[in-house]
């Protein structure tokens, strides 16, 4: 765990978010600051800074993550609307949290990707 990582903070339940998923691997809660109705982040309990950071060996921790986007999508009934599942990777991508995390977005029309 990275000292200062709120992910990894939220992980250990040190600081509260309001959770939708919890296995051995893997945790999913809400956004804070929600771009849509359904906007949830699915995150490795282990600290793993960018989808750079990701050793090959554990490429698996990446699939389960799009099952649990999948099946939170499912339940929160967006799955025939529609939903995208998105890592930003580094500053240019918009990522601000350093510890890998997927966004399940979902809930209203989304725009073409730019
Ligand atoms: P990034 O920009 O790194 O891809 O996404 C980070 C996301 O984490 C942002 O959408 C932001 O709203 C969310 N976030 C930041 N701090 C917290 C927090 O303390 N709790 C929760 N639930 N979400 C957070
Ligand atoms: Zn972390």
Do not use: W
Not at 22 to 41: C, Q, R, S
Not at 66 to 75: N, Q, S
């Amino acid at each position: 765990m990275a000292e200062e990582c709120i992910f990894c903070k939220i992980a250990k339940g040190e600081i509260p978010a309001e959770k939708v998923m919890d296995t051995g691997e893997l945790m999913a809660f809400k956004d804070i600051n929600p771009v849509a109705p359904t906007h949830i982040l699915i995150i490795p309990k282990e600290h793993i800074s960018t989808l750079n950071d990701l050793p090959p060996e554990k490429s698996a921790l990446v699939g389960a993550m799009m099952i649990a986007a999948r099946d939170i999508a499912k339940k929160a009934g967006i799955a025939e609307s529609g939903y995208r599942a998105i890592i930003n990777c580094n500053r240019g991508a918009g990522q601000e949290i350093f510890h890998l995390h997927m966004h399940l977005i979902g809930g209203r029309p989304l725009s073409a990707m730019g």
